[in-house]
């Protein structure tokens, strides 16, 4: 290969256009596409990726590069060509991708291995040394005879902890010229004191064995492989096939990634993979936001020097530097915690589609309840799907009992948290010793506080939300804003009309669990949302103890939708199935669906079949019909006429455009003036919003316009978007950012 005589390198700042430098002939060598270095900028030194090597450079004032970060090349040609991809369909500079791509610890190469110092013998230590130390010290001579026996080097720390000798002696040995004492580098193993029990494979039911053939049949042709939709009813085994379809890849010689939503990477699930693969564990990395820097550092390191094989992690881990991809598993695809809400707005899925594309590798997606998007896209043969229609060894899907609250409503004047069917089958099922997961997707004690003289609510001073009310000791009772984390004092009076009429309207999970403990005195009741596992191990504490039946009845909101695996739960109490129906989204309905199912999942995982109730005030909306009858296709097929009639996703993708400032008028214009430039630029086949204010007006003192752009090619919408964008000068305290097939649209 020719020595590289400049780079076009990307900075780590939020400077859109790529810079050439000179490399210098010492570093001419190690220089190559996606190595880190430090150039100068302007006045400053600044951390860049390598993007490309050039002959030559028609750039003005070249000045070379300052050195080179880290040994070899961070970032492989695949991932570098992923993120120009990631930078071009979602609309957003590629320096924010890089960001996304490589780990903070990883880019800034600030943090290293931790050292750790190791002794050995120098020459071979001979009796008569150790004899003639003895007289004059007695406690080194001790030591030495230890290290004489030693049969490989040893950690200092070990081998003080074993002799119970002190530091002072060993340096005295190292002093004498008899040990030596080198710092090597270590792992941080986030895993270290766990044992894992081999597990072996399960004999599999046939319809596993069809989607796992289907699946190595891509490990074996993957030119040829179109993405696999997994599309398994709750309880069906689709873990089994991962991790045999995984035990197929390493035997070709391949490596996994497998990404799973963060609420989902419990222990529980990283032991299940750990214990497959028991015989060479450190084989498994696992990345996720609970990690130290330093093992964050490690299980990179792990991963991109080829040591780790399997990587399994949250969305971010779609871009694991792992070498000779074989596969990449999707699991819980629908879930929305794949998008990330910031730039770059990418969807993990998605990407790890087109990273399989890149890495020539199988890949699969699995669900329960697949999104529409992939659903259609397996419908209209761009996907491949496998189908498991019964869960394992023929256990019965839950029987879901609708509960019609308004009927309750009528009956009991107000609204009762439990309905009378639901409180009879938990006393059901705490006589009959079996547990209960109640859910509910709001936190908090009363979800608003109104006046009941001038119907005023406490909102939010910063965002156009009411404040929610906790009574839970972390945060006093006090009103709470769950956007921005503002918190404030209940007022005795309404500070509007000045009349002591204020009230306690909505509820949430803790008003839940207090009811359910009023209710039933003699149970263990216990919650589960983020206010109440803001403990490290609270999470893990509070699963061991439904698990081992020490805990009755489980409060939670989406925390306890997903992937828990709990034999004796029978019964699921769905507090309020409308909460998220109701909101201003075209993802509604299919939310809805897919929580129903996915909760419903939970009950009857053992022998005893399960019951789900649902409470609802509008019993007869089809999602909530379809999930009762567990019918997923009568639900996709009435969906995606719905979606193809209002031309949503996945007929046109949908661009989110969002206009913000402190300042409501400089908001709005600019959002005018950008809507008229669209207008200008795009061709008609792309449809436009007008300037709206977004249904959360104002959000942490900003005041926010949308702009709803829908279209078929949307790369070319990107472009054309990026490019008005970059045109058009908006005022300083004005953000405007753009979000490709958006999930949140609030
Ligand atoms: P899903 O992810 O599809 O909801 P899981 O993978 O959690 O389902 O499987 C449910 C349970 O069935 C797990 O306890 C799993 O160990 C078990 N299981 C899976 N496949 C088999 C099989 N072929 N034979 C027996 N048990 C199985
Ligand atoms: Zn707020």
Request: hydrophobic fraction near 40%; charge should be positive.
């Amino acid at each position: 290969m020719m020595k590289p005589a400049y780079v076009r390198v990307i900075i780590d700042r939020g400077i859109r256009r790529e810079l050439d430098y000179s490399v210098p002939d010492t570093l001419a060598d190690r220089i190559a596409i996606g190595s880190r270095v430090r150039v100068p900028f302007r006045d400053k030194s600044a951390l860049a990726t390598v993007l490309a090597t050039l002959d030559q450079s028609d750039a003005k004032g070249i000045r070379p590069i300052e050195a080179l970060v880290g040994e070899a090349p961070t970032v492989s040609p695949s991932l570098l060509e992923l993120a120009h991809w990631m930078s071009a369909y979602y609309c957003c500079p590629l320096e924010a991708v890089m960001r996304s791509l490589l780990p903070q610890v990883i880019r800034r190469a600030e943090i290293s291995w931790k050292k750790q110092l190791v002794v050995q013998p120098l020459a071979k230590i001979d009796n008569g040394e150790i004899e003639k130390l003895r007289r004059r010290a007695p406690r080194q001579a001790e030591l030495l005879e230890a290290i004489a026996k030693l049969e490989k080097p040893i950690s200092a720390a070990q081998l003080l902890r074993e002799s119970s000798l002190d530091n002072q002696t060993l340096r005295a040995l190292a002093k004498r010229g008899l040990i030596e004492l080198r710092e090597e580098a270590i792992e941080r193993d986030p895993h270290a004191d766990e044992q894992f029990i081999a597990s072996a494979n399960l004999e599999l039911n046939p319809e596993q064995v069809a989607a796992l053939k289907k699946v190595t049949d891509a490990l074996a042709t993957p030119d040829r492989a179109k993405p696999i939709l997994l599309h398994g009813v709750t309880g069906s085994g689709k873990t089994e096939i991962y991790l045999q379809a995984i035990r197929n890849a390493l035997d070709r010689g391949r490596s996994a990634i497998v990404l799973v939503p963060e609420i989902s990477l419990t222990p529980q699930t990283v032991e299940h993979f750990k214990s497959r693969f028991a015989e060479m564990h450190e084989v498994v990395a696992v990345l996720h936001s609970h990690l130290s820097q330093g093992e964050r550092h490690d299980e990179w390191h792990k991963i991109h020097s080829g040591r780790a094989r399997i990587v399994i992690g949250a969305r971010s881990a779609v871009f694991a530097p792992l070498k000779d991809i074989g596969l990449i598993i999707v699991d819980e695809e629908h879930e929305t915690t794949y998008k990330q809400e910031e730039a770059p707005r990418y969807h993990a899925r998605d990407v790890a589609v087109v990273r399989a594309k890149l890495e020539k590798c199988a890949v699969v997606l699995g669900s329960a309840t697949p999104s529409l998007e992939s659903y259609h896209n397996a419908t209209t043969g761009k996907y491949d799907l496998v189908a498991l229609t019964q869960r394992v060894d023929e256990r019965q899907m839950p029987v879901m009992r609708i509960v019609d609250l308004r009927q309750e409503r009528r009956k009991a004047k107000i609204a009762p948290i439990l309905s009378e069917k639901l409180s009879q089958a938990i006393a059901n099922r705490l006589e009959k010793r079996e547990q209960t997961i109640l859910f509910l997707n709001r936190r908090g004690f009363s979800t608003s506080l109104l006046c009941s003289n001038c119907g005023q609510a406490r909102n939010c001073p910063n965002c156009s939300v009411a404040l929610t009310f906790h009574r839970h000791p972390s945060v006093a009772g006090r009103l709470s804003c769950h956007l921005c984390g503002h918190t404030a004092a209940v007022p005795k009076k309404c500070p509007e009309c000045g009349k002591d009429a204020l009230i306690y309207a909505g509820f949430g999970t803790e008003k839940v669990e207090s009811t359910v403990s009023q209710l039933f005195p003699k149970a263990t009741v216990r919650r589960m949302d983020a206010d109440s596992m803001t403990r490290k191990d609270a999470y893990r504490e509070t699963l061991r103890n439904f698990r081992t039946g020490k805990i009755d009845i489980l409060v939670g909101t989406q925390m306890i939708a997903k992937g828990l695996d709990f034999p004796n739960v029978t019964l699921v109490g769905i507090i309020n199935a409308d909460l998220a129906l109701h909101l201003p989204d075209f993802r509604a309905g299919e939310r809805t669906f897919q929580l129903l199912t996915q909760v419903a999942g939970r009950a009857g995982r053992g022998e005893t079949p399960g019951e789900v109730f649902v409470q609802t005030y509008t019993p007869f909306s089809p999602s909530i019909q379809f999930a009762r009858h567990h019918d997923f296709a009568g639900y996709f097929q009435q969906e995606l006429e719905f979606r193809e009639r209002c031309d949503f996703p996945p007929f046109k993708h949908a661009m989110l455009i969002t206009v913000r400032s402190e300042h409501e008028g400089r908001a709005k214009l600019s959002a005018e003036t950008l809507v008229r430039r669209l207008r200008e630029s795009l061709p008609t086949e792309f449809t436009l919003s007008d300037a709206t204010p977004a249904p959360l007006e104002k959000l942490q003192g900003q005041f926010r316009f949308h702009i709803l752009v829908r279209g078929q090619a949307i790369m070319r919408l990107s472009r054309l978007v990026r490019e008005t964008l970059e045109k058009l000068p908006l005022p300083e305290d004005v953000i405007a950012t753009v979000d490709v097939d958006p999930y949140q649209l609030l």
